[in-house]
């Protein structure tokens, strides 16, 4: 069974502090894919980005920037210079590779980014 | 392109009663998946459609189901509704169905309350 783990319920900032949103995940599977969706307060989820678990390599998009580390089964993602329209629930989740079956997205329970001046 | 479109967007309900949601697929994408999202949780996976037909169901009572159409667009139906039915319903909407890469689009949800 695949599990998704954001022990982070809800972080407050200031703006222009930087922020890391936690997320351990576990799998069976040895190809996988990670996820980062944002959600604010409209209700719809915003993808971020996608990774496989071939692709341990650190990538950087703007402020946003992600941490990849299969040792420790963790994604994290950090947002640099944080930003009030930063202010969302993040979600992490996980795919199954292609199996046959549903390609279904595992998330976890979201982190509540809360950014204020 | 249009992006995913959900309605109604906010639906009032009372325990017993049936509900459809619908949601219109982004163009050129052939599979919707939906998900149920409690208060305060992460989306939960109740099944996907691909060409019209059921390609995987998650953990939901048979009391859930759905349709595809030929336009790929979907319904979502919940019977004999609970109170623990409300919840944001998101429908997501991507090429192909059995490659766990494909990024999701994700609609903006209905919000479904039963009283």
């Known amino acids: 069974a695949q599990k998704v783990t954001q022990a982070q319920t809800e972080i407050s900032v200031v703006e222009k502090e930087d922020v890391t949103l936690d997320c351990v995940y576990e799998?069976?599977?040895?190809?996988?894919?990670l996820f980062w969706y944002k959600q604010p307060p409209s209700g719809e989820l915003v993808f971020l980005i996608r990774?496989?678990?071939?692709?341990?390599q650190n990538e950087i998009s703007g402020r946003y920037s992600w941490n990849f580390q299969k040792s420790t089964s963790s994604f994290n993602f950090t947002i640099t210079a944080s930003q009030v329209v930063d202010s969302a629930v993040y979600f992490c989740?996980?795919?199954?590779?292609?199996?046959?079956?549903?390609?279904?997205?595992?998330f976890g329970t979201g982190t509540r980014l809360q950014v204020t001046l | 392109e249009t992006g995913v479109t959900q309605s109604p967007t906010h639906l009032i309900k009372t325990r017993g009663q049936q509900v459809t949601l619908r949601c219109s697929s982004q163009?050129?994408?052939?599979?919707v998946s939906w998900y149920q999202q409690a208060l305060g949780q992460g989306p939960q996976f109740i099944f996907q459609?691909?060409?019209?037909?059921?390609?995987g169901r998650g953990n939901f009572p048979p009391r859930f189901s759905g349709l595809q159409f030929p336009n790929y667009s979907s319904e979502l139906n919940v019977n004999a509704l609970e109170l623990d039915d409300s919840a944001l319903y998101l429908c997501?909407?991507?090429?192909?169905?059995?490659?766990?890469?494909?990024?999701?689009?994700f609609g903006p949800g209905t919000r479904l309350t039963v009283l």
């Open positions: 799998t069976r599977d040895t190809t996988y894919y």
């Open positions: 990774r496989n678990s071939f692709d341990e």
């Open positions: 163009s050129g994408h052939n599979t």
């Open positions: 989740a996980l795919s199954k590779p292609n199996t046959g079956t549903a390609s279904k997205l595992t």
């Open positions: 997501a909407s991507s090429s192909g169905v059995r490659t766990g890469s494909n990024e999701q689009f």
């Open positions: 459609y691909y060409r019209e037909e059921e390609n």
